[in-house]
Nanobody, 122 residues
Framework: QVQLVESGGGLVQAGGSLRLSCAASGRTFRSYVMGWFRQAPGKDREFVAAISASGATTDYTDSVKGRFTISRDNAKNTVYLQMNSLKPEDTAVYYC???????????????WGQGTQVTVSS
């Protein structure tokens, strides 16, 4: 069992930055692929970024490549999402998730946090 708690969301102007954090419970954190997803009002939850258990491999959806960076600190049981050059279309609730498989498919992620709101004003 893994419990995930996100933090770091908020209101920011376009072009600004935010850093999301996701703290995980349990000794098996370092065994999990970690992902970030987001859901805007009226839209499906979509993949944003993923990082392998070791941190050696990352993947991003095209719309955030070059702007967002996912990282993890296995000693602190924490995964991060650094978001730069934010755009109004990045506005969404951002969710942290954990999977035992390398995947961008949300249905293959077993554990989810409660989400943190990110709002980007124009």
């Amino acid at each position: 069992q893994v419990q995930l708690v996100e933090s770091g969301g908020g209101l920011v102007q376009a072009g600004g930055s935010l850093r999301l954090s996701c703290a995980a419970s349990g000794r098996t954190f370092r065994s999990y692929v970690m992902g970030w997803f987001r859901q805007a009002p009226g839209k499906d939850r979509e993949f944003v970024a993923a990082i392998s258990a070791s941190g050696a491999t990352t993947d991003y959806t095209d719309s955030v490549k070059g702007r967002f960076t996912i990282s993890r600190d296995n000693a602190k049981n924490t995964v991060y999402l650094q978001m730069n050059s934010l755009k109004p279309e990045d506005t969404a609730v951002y969710y942290c998730s954990a999977s035992m498989q390398w995947t961008i498919r949300k249905n293959w992620y077993d554990y989810w946090g409660q989400g943190t709101q990110v709002t980007v004003s124009s």
